[in-house]
């Protein structure tokens, strides 16, 4: 079994890379669609300007005719962004496969380590995307993004922190496991759709403002054209935020209360204890911010981007590098 989860993990990986092929060439497809809409206006406005005052729009509006035009897929945009779906879909069908037989290999839940924990979080980031994309088809070019952070998180799972299955250690043999680490996984994988959300939303946004004052895009700027609008990609990170921050608050109490009937205290500023609460006090101060109106939406979508870097160091450097009681959540 254990030999069978770690070539599921292969499919899953290649579905995810024909996935993120699927969304870049829908992209493509986007953007030769909007070719003609550039090109058939400049002769237009070169025979105006030798005739004498132009009568067609302004610079400006012409760019902003094109990138909206590059927004409007064709058929074959359509069904590119389509078979990427349905990719990233059999590569979460994959994805589930292979937590379940490492699980089965080791006799436990599969998220006794930090491998089994990535990978549980990236499949909870996919499902939700999934499940996101049944309501609103619109967010779709978003699943380039969506499938670039599975294969990262997926890839450095498998390179790195990849541990034979096995029994878990004494101090995680509890049932709390089931408990805290869960929901700490659900939470997690929620948050890295609304991070890649707020992510999408700064660059639409810079994207507009170049649009909008005639400056030559640059390579981030560029991006955005085929994101959703700022609106619709701004709602998505509250969302998703909102979704998590309850189940991230369970998680946080419920390790102080693993804590306690393991180590006799319910909190001790041990670092990985610390930075679950740095990251949600950053969380709470994201959704208090999105209530304020006085606070710029830039600035809340910062505060998003921010937890989530909390998330990764917290992750990845207190278990890796700072020595602490959760040590042995490492790739041992």
């Not at 499902?127 to 599975?150: F, K, M, Q």
């Not at 946080?252 to 610390?274: H, L, M």
Request: glycine share 8%; hydrophobic share 55%; charged share 10%.
């Amino acid at each position: 079994m254990a030999a069978l989860s770690d070539q599921l993990l292969i499919v899953t990986l290649l579905a995810y890379l024909v996935a993120m092929v699927g969304y870049a060439t829908e992209h493509a497809f986007r953007r030769s669609h909007a070719v003609p809409a550039v090109d058939t206006r400049l002769p237009a406005m070169a025979t105006t300007t030798t005739a004498g005052p132009p009568t067609g729009p302004p610079p400006t509006s012409t760019r902003a005719a094109a990138s909206t035009s590059a927004t409007a897929p064709g058929s074959r945009s359509r069904l590119a962004g389509w078979l990427a779906v349905a990719a990233t879909g059999a590569g979460a069908v994959a994805h589930a496969s292979c937590l379940v037989t490492r699980g089965l290999a080791a006799d436990r839940v599969p998220w006794g380590n930090m491998y089994e924990f990535v990978l549980a979080v990236t499949l909870v980031g996919v499902l939700a995307w999934l499940g996101l994309l049944t309501r609103r088809p619109a967010v779709r070019p978003v699943g380039l993004y969506i499938a670039l952070a599975a294969v990262t998180l997926l890839g450095l799972a498998a390179m790195r922190l990849h541990t034979p299955a096995g029994p878990l250690v004494p101090a995680l043999d509890s049932y709390w496991l089931k408990i805290h680490v869960s929901a700490a996984a659900i939470a997690s994988g929620i948050f890295l759709i609304g991070f890649i959300a707020a992510t999408g939303y700064l660059i639409r946004l810079r994207h507009d403002r170049d649009t909008a004052t005639n400056k030559p895009y640059g390579f981030v700027s560029a991006l955005g054209r085929y994101l959703p609008a700022t609106e619709t990609l701004e709602r998505l990170t509250f969302q998703m935020h909102a979704l998590a921050f309850p189940i991230w608050t369970f998680a946080v109490v419920a390790g102080a209360i693993w804590a306690e009937a393991a180590w006799g205290r319910y909190w001790g500023w041990d670092p990985k204890e610390t930075w679950s609460f740095i990251s949600w006090v950053i969380y709470a101060g994201y959704l208090h911010a999105r209530a304020t109106p006085s606070v710029k939406r830039p600035v809340v979508a910062w505060l998003a981007i921010l937890g989530w870097a909390t998330m990764m160091f917290n992750l990845f450097a207190v278990n890796l590098v700072i020595a602490g009681l959760h040590s042995y959540a490492g790739t041992n």
